[in-house]
């Protein structure tokens, strides 16, 4: 399979709980975003890179919140001291530089209790 | 900032009838995507529009990119049991990230 996957499908932990998520995206795409959707809505943007650089974070991405893409292949998202409103999905989409078709991973869905 | 505005939020049809729904916004976008996200999975990509005005086909899917950028508009013809999910319109601009801005989904329910 050559589609973006996404590791752990699921999660549930304790609030204050750290939880890193993983990302590989599509092998030739150098751009990989990451997504969040709670319940009801559509997906919101948290952040992106491009190749190993991340070029921009919205302001949903609070400090508890950090990516990385050290080797421009795929990226992790870590939430540190977990809070009840971080439970939702976090998705990862992937492309080329130029292309706007994004294609997405099948999600981490989060449960923070 | 930029929202997408999406309708209907919710459909309940008969299979074999044909369903449209549509995306509009304050703001113009320079690419309009379509995707289908069933439950407990990533969206999936159904159709891009690239140009104002196109009009692109996929299937029975048909969608439009609208003649002011502001606005787009997904058609899908004889529908099957298969089509249920959530059909969401998402569209970027040409700054910076290039990131998607999704509107808020239309459910789609077939009574067979």
């Known amino acids: 399979d050559t589609g973006v996957s996404q590791d752990p499908r699921h999660k549930i932990t304790k609030r204050g709980q750290n939880v890193t998520f993983r990302c590989d995206p599509i092998?030739?795409?150098?751009?990989l975003y990451w997504y969040r959707q709670t319940l009801g809505q559509g997906p919101e943007f948290l952040t992106y890179?491009?190749?190993?650089?991340?070029?921009?974070k919205s302001r949903l991405l609070s400090d508890r919140f950090s990516a990385e893409r050290p080797k421009g292949s795929f990226s992790t998202l870590e939430i540190q001291r977990t809070e009840q409103g971080d439970s939702a999905m976090y998705l990862c989409?992937?492309?080329?530089?130029?292309?706007?078709?994004?294609?997405f991973g099948p999600g981490t869905r989060l449960l923070v209790l | 900032g930029q929202q997408l505005n999406q309708s209907p939020q919710s459909m309940f049809i008969q299979e074999g009838e044909d369903v449209s729904m549509n995306c509009t916004s304050s703001?113009?976008?320079?690419?309009w995507l379509w995707y289908k996200q069933e439950p407990g999975e990533g969206p999936v990509l159904l159709i891009a529009?690239?140009?104002?005005?196109e009009l692109t086909s996929n299937g029975r899917l048909t969608a439009q990119f609208g003649i002011t950028r502001k606005d787009s508009f997904l058609n899908i013809s004889a529908s099957i049991p298969s089509d249920v999910g959530i059909y969401f319109c998402?569209?970027?601009?040409?700054?910076?990230?290039?990131?998607?801005?999704f509107g808020q989904g239309t459910r789609l329910t077939i009574n067979p």
């Open positions: 703001s113009i976008f320079n690419t």
């Open positions: 890179f491009q190749n190993e650089a991340q070029l921009e």
């Open positions: 989409a992937s492309t080329l530089s130029g292309q706007e078709t994004q294609y």
């Open positions: 529009l690239y140009k104002a005005g």
């Open positions: 998402a569209g970027t601009t040409y700054q910076g990230a290039q990131k998607l801005v």
């Open positions: 092998s030739e795409h150098n751009r």
